[in-house]
């Protein structure tokens, strides 16, 4: 039976999982090495989800992606021992302006993707050094990329730009946006379960550690909250978001920080935490008394309500919302805290629904349709290395 490997490695982690190729893919496990570079564990997980094991990496593992990536696949090996790994997809952060769809991992091709690394400095090394470690591990398996920018590749040139000198455009200062695999992911399954719907105006909001929204017309990406950089948009975990420019302006001339200063700050000191000075966990914010985490839930709510409005308006209205991520799938306190008083757009929530994580939380008087849907990345690269593999 032939196999597909998924890779998805970050600036600290690394998600993986192994499925059975066919026209659906069928995930035998999916697993996360978490904090690379530090006490790193291996977490593993069967098909129905459970987890299979907990593990704390020794040194010699812990200390990289290479060692990170001999951990997991000997973990694979050990209880998938008849797995034929027939091809590897890898989740590429950058596609720039030139990959729209999946793409075999040529050597021309890499040297492609090794040229954006300006562009997305702290992912794209991490998932290319992802990608040479499977060639060494299985010469054989195509070697496929699936891009977090490729979904937003139809968005209109309003959408694409900053208003800067042209030249910039041309170099490839665009609004690429992020996420990409997750809102494929939610198009497909909305063109499944409600094609109506998939045909309309659909506002995706993706709120997990990173989080950022997309306008979908008849489920293409028209519009979204993520630009250059997966900086934009709403604020996350430890990301600040949508910043004023002159507020980079002032911490180089007044603050005297340079540029490695300025992106610790944004990428890790930010967002909710860096609002709440508590934790950049939801959870953790959630179960707090602390006024500066009700401020912190409070300004990610506040910014999603208002991209949602936006987003509305780019799409010249608005048919359905969908809620996904780790925050959007789990959360009815986020979900409420959104949707509340936005009956002049055509929104009311059940509330017993939304407690529920129901999959529609809207109620039967709402002219939008409010849903709630887990999102599957790694199900989307599964599909599109199985199907490059012939
Ligand atoms: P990543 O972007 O790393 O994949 P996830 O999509 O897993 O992140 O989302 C992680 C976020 O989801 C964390 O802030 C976590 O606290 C939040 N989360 C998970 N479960 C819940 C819950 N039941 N209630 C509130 N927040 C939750």
């Known amino acids: 039976m032939a196999h597909v490997l998924v890779l998805n490695a970050g600036s600290s982690s690394l998600k993986f999982g192994l499925f059975v190729k066919g026209d659906e893919p069928q995930a035998l496990a999916t697993g996360l090495v978490d904090r690379i570079g530090g006490a790193a564990q291996l977490s593993l997980r069967n098909a129905a989800g459970e987890r299979m094991l907990d593990l704390d990496l020794p040194p010699d593992q812990a200390r990289d992606h290479h060692g990170a990536l001999h951990a997991a696949l000997a973990e694979i090996e050990a209880r998938f021992p008849d797995a034929q790994v ?14 729209a769809d999946p793409v075999e991992l040529t050597l021309d091709v890499i040297a492609q993707l090794q040229a954006l690394v300006p562009f997305a400095p702290l992912h794209q090394p991490h998932n290319l050094a992802g990608v040479q470690a499977a060639m060494a591990e299985f010469p054989h398996a195509r ?47 909305l063109r499944q379960m409600a094609p109506t719907l998939h045909a309309g105006r659909v506002v995706v909001a993706h709120l997990g550690n990173g989080a950022s929204m997309c306008g979908m017309l008849a489920g293409r990406s028209l519009a979204s909250t993520m630009g250059f950089s997966a900086l934009d948009g709403l604020p996350m975990g430890t990301r600040s978001g949508q910043l004023d420019p002159g507020v980079l302006l002032y911490l180089l001339e007044q603050e005297g920080m340079d ?100 999959t529609v939380i809207s109620s039967d008087l709402s002219r939008v349709r409010v849903l709630v849907l887990a999102t599957n990345e790694e199900l989307v690269i599964a599909r599109a290395a199985g199907n490059l593999a012939g």
């Open 86 to 99: 027939v091809a590897v997809g890898h989740r590429i952060v950058h596609g720039g302006r030139d990959f």
């Open 143 to 189: 070697q496929v990329a699936c891009f977090d920018t490729a979904f937003h590749r139809s968005h209109p040139f309003v959408n694409d730009t900053f208003a800067l000198p042209r030249a910039y455009y041309d170099k490839g200062v665009r609004r690429y946006g992020f996420h990409g695999l997750s809102y494929d992911y939610i198009s497909g399954a």
């Open 259 to 358: 540029a490695p200063e300025i992106s610790d700050l944004l990428y890790k000191r930010s967002g909710l935490l860096g609002l709440s000075g508590l934790s950049h966990d939801m959870r953790t914010l959630e179960a707090s008394d602390d006024p500066h985490a009700r401020q912190a839930i409070d300004y990610f709510t506040f910014r999603i309500r208002r991209e949602l409005g936006g987003l509305a308006a780019a799409l010249d209205g608005l048919d359905a919302v969908v809620f996904t991520g780790g925050i959007g799938e789990n959360s009815a306190r986020i979900r409420h805290a959104v949707c509340a008083g936005m009956g002049w757009i055509g929104i009311e929530i059940d509330e017993d629904a939304n407690a529920q994580n129901a």
